[in-house]
């Protein structure tokens, strides 16, 4: 049996970047561990919350966990950033995961925003 969440793309993209913060955070130059502790904490939530909102039945909550994870996904980039600013990230690990990341924000924003009615006039 499959998960609804599974079939979805940005779930696929976002348990592959799990795995690579799990790499990231295991690597020979250790990072502080407040950092590998909240890298692994937002790339777990990113999942998590992804299939949390397929599970719900409203359209609000859908929305309301999507952007969570899109939050989430926007937190591991920054963390990425402060990684590499750390020098505890080689290039191509950045790259890849803020690649994912990219992939990961642009869907969920669609998912945010879709059936959203445009701000009323003043």
């Known amino acids: 049996m499959v998960m609804a969440y599974e079939r979805l793309d940005v779930y696929r993209y976002a348990t592959e970047h799990l795995a690579l913060a799990v790499r990231v955070t295991g690597g020979s130059q250790r990072p502080p561990a407040f950092l590998v502790d909240q890298y692994r904490r937002a790339a777990l939530s990113i999942p998590l919350n992804i299939a949390e909102a397929v ?24 963390i990425l950033d402060a990684a590499a600013v750390l020098g ?31 701000a009323a006039p003043r």
Do not use: W, Y
């Open 55 to 78: 599970g719900k039945n409203s359209s609000d909550d859908q929305k309301h966990f999507f952007a969570i994870a899109r939050g989430s996904a926007m937190e591991c980039g920054a």
């Open 88 to 118: 505890v990230v080689d290039d191509f690990t950045l790259s890849k995961g803020k690649e994912l990341l990219e992939h990961i924000v642009r869907i969920l924003s669609v998912l945010c925003f879709r059936g959203r009615r445009p």
